[in-house]
């Protein structure tokens, strides 16, 4: 399938070396066990782009200002059904675990709880987040606000919002919560990136140029995606009359929750960021809502089992390709890499394996069929 | 503009020929106010399918079986931060208000409260309802479900769900709230049936048929949106390279919302409806959130005004055609509307003309520029 031989690597592994790479850019050991799994799930579900590969961009932001990897969250609002949680410019794993494990514990004792963070940093993937909500048994909703400007709003001809994401999960009878986690982009920037690697043709409506006309060249988008100026991602729809006024109205609720409830910063803004924290003062939203309140959790759960079925049911296009749930794709990816490793890249190894180097700390991505040899 | 001369009607006639019929048809002064005010705003903000003209839909409906117009809403749980009224087979309209005050202040005591509301019907436009909360100062979500099967997820040959509409709003500083409402489907079928009426070929990526194929020809896109059988409308992203798994997501979001929370009936389910009451068994969900308890209303609403003016500012591809925030489009219409009158089609006219005939109620939709002659 892949151009380049990947290399297997036990989960174990990966988290190991995660936590030793934490350690070593100053985290405590606690908080970087969390981290850790947190990318751990992703690497096993296959969402390659928000596991151990991350520690490579991290290393690159580190070094920049109102990073603190030593910081300690402060809770800074503790009522009935919400709560704030200041991050002090750490990374937002550890803190959103700890803000949805808040929201979860109130929501049960309230009914629904939303507790949001601020001045945090980037936190992965926001369906991990949800799921621990869903696998509490509870509903749960995230949404973040984001760093990198990179969204054309429907007829503009430059960017101003981020790829916003939002996720959700829903509590299932004796199986893994539905989990679903979407950027509010028609694409995410990094399938742009790996059409340039790769020199293929951008499908029409991923991106926009500064006239607001699509751009299918795959190193002409690029470019209009990473490089500041016009042109950018266009919002979920692609293009108006296809509903990108959808996936721009998403893309903003995401922000006033994630940014604009918690004191994020507003990336686009063209007023500056008077008064907010140095760094990249990301905000986090998470709300947990317990369906005991409403209708009793069996009759919910039951309910929930009845969508899924109906849907796992329909007749679909190809019989070879079934009608799935969101997540379904990912829950089987993990049953297959918990049996036979992660596929990483050679060049992401090295890269890691560099990163262990300067910091002293054990290499220990070790090739999982290599080593049975 | 339009091919039919408008009848001009002003909002007045409009409000009191709802509450005549509405009172006709059963339902209590009061209630038939407060459906006639939400049904009247629709039509003043040019949410012309959401107005008036729901009543010649709502004439068909309301002989079939579970409706009840003179049903009197009860609070079946009633907790913290949380509620669940039963709306015994009514109208959705006036019950949701009452649902969406009750969240309102709920949220204020403890800073975020979920109402929800089952064994309804049909309660018009989702953004009416989240506007109320943001009028009172707070971030509203509502999500319903729905009676009508139209949506067909990526890969399925047929529709399983309807197109569930999610909508929010948010407080500003001495402005109308920001609305958001969507349906979770790429187009309304509404608008499928506009092009099938003028001949005018449906965009690609609106409609599939069985295979999953784009169908653009109008009649044939009509036939597989209205009629049973396989094909229907895209979720929203209307194509697997353009993210329609995030718009199915979103849509079974809105239902886990609206339906599996509340208890409302999965129209779709393969299962049947055991257990669910009689009639269309609609629920609705509406959450309300106070800016206040995260970090101070003014610094929210300040935030909240940067966005605004941020997307406001930003250049556009084309300078007579401004960037936008949801709702504005909308409150610009209900300025013209609120002193030129709502336009409404002959043919509509007439069919109002005769219920209100029928039920021996005044007719009052006179033409406001005729009676000045």
């Known amino acids: 399938m892949s151009e380049v031989e990947m290399i297997r ?11 030793a790479i934490l350690v070593g850019w100053g985290m405590d050991a606690e908080t970087a066990t969390v981290t850790a799994e947190v990318l751990l799930d992703c ?8 596991g151990i590969s991350l520690l490579a961009l991290y290393a690159g932001w580190i070094r920049g200002d109102g990073f ?3 910081a300690k969250p402060e809770i800074e609002r503790d009522g009935p059904s919400y709560g704030l949680i200041n991050a002090h410019g750490g990374l937002g794993f550890a803190v959103s675990v700890q803000a949805v494990e808040m929201a979860v514990k109130k929501a049960r004792a309230t009914g629904i709880a939303a507790v949001g963070v ?8 926001a369906g991990y987040y949800a799921r621990l909500a869903g696998r509490a048994g509870l509903v749960g909703l995230v949404a973040t606000s984001t760093k990198v400007v990179c969204l054309v709003p429907p007829g503009a001809s430059k960017p101003v919002l981020g790829t916003n994401p939002l996720a959700y ?6 199986a893994e919560p ?3 986690d979407m950027a509010t982009s028609t694409a995410a920037g990094n399938k742009v990136r790996m059409h340039h690697l790769k020199s293929l043709p951008v499908p029409e409506g991923w991106v926009v ?25 266009t919002p979920l729809g692609a293009s108006p009359h296809l509903g990108s006024h959808k996936g721009y109205g998403l893309a903003l609720l995401v922000h006033f929750l994630g940014g604009a409830l918690t004191g994020g910063t507003f990336a686009g803004s063209v007023n500056g960021r008077e008064g907010k924290p140095e760094g990249d003062n990301i905000g986090h939203f998470f709300i947990a809502i317990d369906p005991e309140v409403f209708r009793g959790v069996d009759a919910f759960l039951a309910d929930v089992e009845d969508v899924s079925e109906t849907l796992k049911s329909t007749p679909s296009v190809d019989p070879n390709r079934p009608v799935m749930l969101p997540g379904d794709l990912e829950e089987r990816v993990r049953g297959e890499r ?21 910091l002293g700390v054990p290499f220990q991505l070790i090739d999982k069929n290599a080593a049975v040899n």
């Open 209 to 233: 140029d500064g006239q607001g006309q699509p751009v299918t060249d795959p190193h002409e988008a690029y470019k209009l995606v990473y490089e500041p100026g016009e042109g950018g991602l």
């Open 43 to 50: 690497d096993l579900r296959g969402i390659d782009t928000h």
């Open 68 to 70: 603190s990897l030593a």
């Open 338 to 358: 918990l049996k036979d490793g992660v596929p990483l890249a050679p060049a992401l190894v090295k890269q890691l394996s560099a990163i262990a180097d300067e």
């Open 169 to 174: 999960a829903v509590p299932r009878k004796d």
């Open 118 to 125: 601020r001045n945090s940093h980037h936190f992965g993937a």
């Open 178 to 180: 539905i989990v679903f």
């Open 9 to 19: 690597v036990d989960g174990a592994a990966i988290k190991a070396q995660c936590e």
